[in-house]
T-cell receptor, first 111, second 120 residues
């Protein structure tokens, strides 16, 4: 599997502040996926990036895949209390081998 | 679309008993299903990969005789925790992968809601 390291482990922000979580690998990744897991819930697929330098947006969420395909980031603009949860990056999948998850970033948003 | 159900959502059992967890893809055929285990505030750890009609592939360190996986059809996989002990208490999550026609494509895994197992 493709190993990915995710930082930070925890992030506390005030509502309205921005938030970013980073995913890094020592090797070139075939792809990167991002998931969100609400407290007590299960991971929900957000997006997949496969191209070098790819940037995708979903409303206030911006996902980037590095030029070298060794890192990725998820940025949330103007956080809301509904953004609370754990954000996981993952790499792999049947076409690329097993899916390996990063450690996750637990986001807390204070109103 | 792309809904995966899991049953039961939670279970409490006595030490030494066996517990079966079902994972179903409701609106698509899952070529592959995965079983994960998650401890509080930790990441998902892949336990095994299961393909319909064949034996599951277990990750290193996962006891295949303790965690029995059966993938009877393209929409159903079961995980049986045999002779459960308190250290088996965890959140077990299945996921299914298959072509759903959605933007994720064939490499997207759709997760079930999870089963919280507590062994007394």
């Amino acid at each position: 599997g493709q190993q990915v390291m995710q930082i930070p482990q925890y992030q506390h922000v005030q509502e309205g502040e921005d938030f970013t979580t980073y995913c890094n690998s020592s090797t070139t990744l075939s792809n990167i996926q991002w998931y969100k897991q609400r407290p007590g819930g299960h991971p929900v697929f957000l997006i997949q990036l496969v191209k070098s330098g790819e940037v995708k947006k979903q409303k206030r969420l911006t996902f980037q895949f590095g030029e070298a395909k060794k890192n990725s980031s998820l940025h949330i603009t103007a956080t809301q209390t509904t953004d609370v949860g754990t954000y996981f990056c993952a790499s792999g999948g049947t076409s690329y081998g097993k899916l390996t998850f990063g450690q996750g970033t637990i986001l807390t948003v204070h109103p | 679309g792309a809904v995966v159900s899991q049953h039961p959502s939670w279970v409490i059992c006595k030490s030494g008993t066996s517990v079966k967890i079902e994972c179903r893809s409701l609106d698509f055929q899952a070529t592959t299903m995965f079983w994960y285990r998650q401890f509080p505030k930790q990441s998902l750890m892949l336990m095994a990969t299961s393909n319909e009609g064949s034996k599951a592939t277990y990750e290193q360190g996962v006891e295949k005789d303790k965690f029995l996986i059966n993938h009877a059809s393209l929409t159903l996989s079961t995980l049986t925790v045999t002779s459960a002990h308190p250290e088996d208490s965890s959140f077990y999550i299945c996921s299914a992968e298959g072509f759903t026609g959605t933007s994720g494509g064939t490499d997207t895994q759709y997760f079930g809601p999870g089963t919280r197992l507590t062994v007394l």
